[in-house]
Every structure is written in structure tokens, then in C-alpha cells.
């Protein structure tokens, strides 16, 4: 039989409507079985969530059987903590039930931030690096031929701190600067002194201290501030001839008896 006349024969026919039949069932169950899965027709909008607190955001979204999830925060210390500045998908947006919504918000704590201000920075300098990490400055200025428009200390709450201290942006601090003055001072006989007391007793003089452990200590421990005793000086004392206001004065500290070459400085 030829193949032509295979074609009009029933038998034909039938295995021909029996494949059809069954591509047809093969493609409602495939299209069925899809629509089940990918839940087909349930879409939720997205509500509004700029400007609503965390939980606020949360219940709005658990409303619409939606969920959530901070994928970032900014610092606004004007803002409320808390509150949402931005989501994706945007509002009005159509999605499946049980979406995750990306927010951003604003910080509930302010970011911290390293000072990196030391003695000797130019003050203006200073200032715009602090600008530029959002920390306040208050600026006490203070008689020093050494630091004249510089860094002398920076101070937090009445601390001096270090250029490593790290502090809360937005949060304030002062930067004591040096003036040029022209006053002269007597530096006093050092003699015999530990570093803790030179410190205090040039403090009130408008002195700097600079204590210098002989032989060399890198870390001096608290028993060495209180062994170790002044054997000189510069300058040196002179009841006449004065220094000027706000200058450094080098002190060197032994915990044995001075060396020859060292005297006190009557």
C-alpha cells in the first residue's frame, strides 16, 4: 500500500486523533500545573512606605502578604530614625504575594568616625577635615609662639583625645589653636622633678612639657613618671632672661643619680 493511501485509511485516522488528543492533554496539564505554581493572577500592589516608621512600613506590608527587607541606611541626624526614605519595588508597583520589598532608611545611631586631627595640623585644615566627616567644632584659642595658627590639643567633653579616637558624627568637639604672643616667662628650676609635676607646674605658666626618658624608655609605666627624676633642662632656668609664652621646654628624666655631664640649672 502505498503511502498516500495509508492517509485515508481509519487507521490513520485514529492514531492521528489519538496523538492530537494527547499533545492537547500534555499542554492543559503543562499550562494548569504552571498557573498552580507561579500562582497565576494574585498580584498585590505595593503601598506607600516613604516616610512611615520601620514597624509602620512592616504591618503595611504584611497587610498585602508582602515581606521586607533593609538593604540599607543613611544618617540624617535631622531625620528620624527609622524611617523609610526609599523601596523597591516603588509604590503602585503590581507583584506576587509574598515579594520581598527592599527599604532604606535612616540610622537609628549615628555612624562613628576617626578624628585624625594631631598636634601641629593647621587649624583651618583641620576644620574642613572635620566638616567633611560631619563633626562639629568649637575652636579656645591659647598663647603659643610654637603652634601659631595650629593644632595645639583637640578635647571632647573636656578630655583630650587622640588623633585615633573615633567619635559620633554630628557629635562636637574643640580645638584649642596657638596665638602669637610676646609676653616673656621665667622657666622655673626643674630640677629633681618627676614629668607629672613639670607637666602641671608649665601648665600654669603657659609652658609645654616635653618629658624625655633617659636611657631611652618607649613606653614609660606609671612607676617610671614617679622614679625617674629631672637631671636637665632646656632652656635652662635664669632669673632674669625669660622665654616666650607657650614655648616647649625639653626636660630629660633619670631613675639613677644625674650623669656627670648633667647639673642642676641654678
Given at each position: ?18 496523538i ?69 519595588p516603588?509604590?503602585e ?151 616666650t ?19 642642676s640649672?641654678?
Amino acid at each position: 500500500m502505498s503511502f498516500r493511501k495509508f492517509l485515508s485509511t481509519p487507521e490513520f485516522r485514529k492514531t492521528a486523533f489519538k496523538i492530537a488528543l494527547l499533545y492537547a492533554g500534555v499542554v492543559i496539564l503543562s499550562w494548569l500545573l504552571l498557573n498552580w505554581y507561579n500562582d497565576h493572577g494574585k498580584f498585590v500592589s505595593v503601598p506607600e512606605l516613604r516616610g512611615k516608621s520601620l514597624s509602620e512600613a512592616i504591618l503595611a506590608l504584611e497587610d498585602r502578604e508582602l515581606t521586607h527587607l533593609v538593604i540599607d541606611s543613611i544618617y540624617d541626624r535631622k531625620a528620624t530614625p527609622g524611617e523609610v526614605v526609599d523601596q523597591s519595588p516603588g509604590v503602585e508597583s503590581q507583584v506576587k504575594e509574598g515579594r520581598q520589598v527592599f527599604l532604606t532608611i535612616y540610622r537609628f545611631s549615628p555612624p562613628m568616625e576617626t578624628i585624625n586631627i594631631k598636634e601641629g595640623d593647621y587649624a583651618a585644615v583641620a576644620m574642613i577635615k572635620l566638616h567633611n566627616k560631619g563633626i562639629e567644632c568649637d575652636t579656645v584659642y591659647e598663647d603659643n609662639n610654637t603652634f601659631v595658627g595650629s593644632v595645639i590639643r583637640v578635647t571632647h567633653r573636656g578630655k583630650k583625645i587622640k588623633p585615633d579616637t573615633q567619635i559620633a558624627r554630628g557629635d562636637r568637639l574643640t580645638l584649642v589653636i596657638g596665638r602669637s604672643v610676646r609676653s616673656k616667662v621665667i622657666v622655673p628650676d626643674l630640677f629633681g622633678l618627676t614629668c607629672k609635676e613639670v607637666e602641671m607646674m608649665l601648665d600654669t605658666m603657659n609652658l609645654i612639657c616635653n618629658c624625655k626618658f633617659e636611657p631611652m624608655v618607649s613606653s614609660p609605666s606609671s612607676q617610671d613618671s614617679v622614679t625617674y627624676r629631672v637631671c636637665r633642662q632646656d632652656p635652662k632656668h635664669d632669673p632674669v632672661i625669660g622665654t616666650t609664652a607657650g614655648r616647649i621646654v625639653d626636660i630629660w628624666l633619670y631613675n639613677t643619680p644625674c650623669p656627670n655631664d648633667t647639673t642642676s640649672n641654678e
